[in-house]
C-alpha cells in the first residue's frame, strides 16, 4: 500500500491549506488515520487522528484551527488547516495503521510565512 500526500505549500500567516492522503488501494480493516508533522531540527509530532468509528483526536496546538476527515469511497483522508501559524511549518505525513501494520506517505511541505 502507498500514500500520497498533497496539497502543501507556502502560504501567509493567517492564511490555509488542505492537505489530502490517498491511498493506493483499498485499505479493509484500517484502525485509524493520522497526520504527523516534523519541523527542521524537531521530533514527529502527532497533529490529528481520525479511528474506524469517526472519533477525531487533535493535537492540543491545533484545535480549533485543523479538521481531519476522511472519505472512504476514495479512500482519501484530509487535513484543512485554517489560522496558520508560523510554527505550523513543518513536513506533514499521513499514516494508516492497519492492524499492527503502519503505512507512511512520502510527506508534503508546508511553509507558513509571517
Known amino acids: 500500500v502507498q500514500l500520497q500526500a498533497s496539497g502543501g505549500g507556502l502560504v501567509q500567516a493567517g492564511g490555509s491549506l488542505r492537505l489530502s492522503c490517498a491511498t493506493s488501494?483499498?485499505?479493509?480493516?484500517?484502525?485509524?488515520i493520522g497526520w504527523y508533522r516534523q519541523a527542521t531540527g524537531k521530533q514527529r509530532e502527532l497533529v490529528a487522528l481520525?479511528?474506524?468509528?469517526?472519533?477525531?483526536n487533535y493535537a492540543d496546538f491545533v484545535k480549533g484551527r485543523f479538521t481531519i476527515s476522511r472519505d472512504n469511497g476514495e479512500n482519501t483522508a484530509y487535513l484543512q488547516m485554517n489560522s496558520l501559524k508560523d510554527e505550523d511549518t513543518a513536513v506533514y505525513y499521513c499514516?494508516?495503521?492497519?492492524?499492527?501494520?503502519?503505512?507512511w506517505g512520502q510527506g508534503t511541505q508546508v511553509t507558513v510565512s509571517s
Open positions: 499514516t494508516v495503521r492497519q492492524g499492527s501494520l503502519d503505512y
Open positions: 488501494r483499498r485499505i479493509f480493516g484500517i484502525t485509524h
Open positions: 481520525i479511528t474506524s468509528g469517526g472519533s477525531r
